[in-house]
């Protein structure tokens, strides 16, 4: 193999790296005049026996090493040729399971990709994934066309701050959108709680909610006993403490004399360090 290697390279061909066991790697370009070309790893997606898969084994083909400025359309434009494309998701990493929902909003929950991702591309049919391997053998394939160019470098930070930059009737018009199906979800709450009110359930019982600009939960019977014992027991101190005239004026007597004693004692402990003092500079 290393001598088969060295013979392409002699004669002038590109090596593209060799793959991990199973994979396929496919050499592609995001520009004609690009001299490099960078290796997509591309193998038919497989789930374990048993386990949920939002994408159909058979029809779909598992990408590795997706730039991120290569998003879905490119994706979808580089293996129409293989067949009709139906679907392309891109993610993170690798996520068994059903398929999460998509967030529509385009001003909020947007997470900056900061690395290389991995692509789930569903075909119509089960050729398109062995049609897609095969790709391998035409040679780098050029993503970015003049028609639908892929934006890379300083193009690409110039469109990023371009879509940074918020338009303010939009926004309004997103956020006035999402605050109406908020009220229409909140009037159809209250309109429910207020049809149930007073009507019991299947056991008998009626539910009773409280009311207000804050409700809480209803105190139990346990509850309401506790908070009664403090209250009688924060009565009760406050009747004993004080309760004479004398007993007040005894308190401040006391106090008073238990700073006195205090002050004395720092006087003397502040005396008696200064007397231990070696250095004496006058």
């Known amino acids: ?152 470098g300083i193009s690409k930070w110039i469109a990023s701050y371009a879509a940074s930059v918020v338009d303010q009737e939009e926004l309004k018009a997103e956020v006035d959108a999402y605050m109406q199906a908020y009220d229409k979800k909140i009037a159809e709450e209250e309109a429910k709680a207020a049809k149930e009110e007073g009507v019991p359930d299947e056991e008998g019982w009626v539910k009773v909610t409280r009311k207000g600009r804050k409700p809480g939960l209803p105190r139990t019977e346990a509850a309401n006993l506790r908070v009664l014992e403090k209250e009688k027991q924060k009565r009760a101190r406050k009747e004993l403490l004080n309760f004479y005239a004398w007993q007040h004026r005894e308190t401040k007597r006391e106090h008073i004399a238990q700073l006195r004693k205090k002050f004395e004692e720092d006087k003397q402990r502040i005396a008696l360090m200064r007397a231990q003092r070696k250095f004496r500079p006058y």
């Open 1 to 152: 193999a290393a001598s088969c290697r060295a013979k392409m390279a002699a004669a002038g061909e590109r090596v593209v790296g060799a793959a991990p066991p199973g994979y396929t790697a496919l050499a592609v370009k995001f520009g004609e005049r690009q001299r490099s070309s960078h290796c997509l790893l591309v193998k038919e997606h497989q789930v374990r026996e048993g386990a949920g898969s939002a994408h159909p084994p058979r029809r779909t083909l598992f990408v590795l090493n997706v730039p991120p400025y290569c998003g879905p359309d490119a994706l979808s434009r580089l293996f129409a040729r293989c067949g009709r494309v139906q679907s392309v998701d891109i993610c993170d990493k690798p996520e068994p399971g059903e398929k999460k929902e998509k967030l529509t909003s385009k001003f909020f929950n947007c997470k900056t990709v900061k690395g290389f991702q991995v692509a789930y591309v569903v075909f119509r049919k089960p050729g398109g994934v062995q049609a897609a391997k095969a790709l391998s053998r035409e040679g780098p394939l050029l993503i970015s066309t003049e028609s639908h160019p892929v934006k890379t």
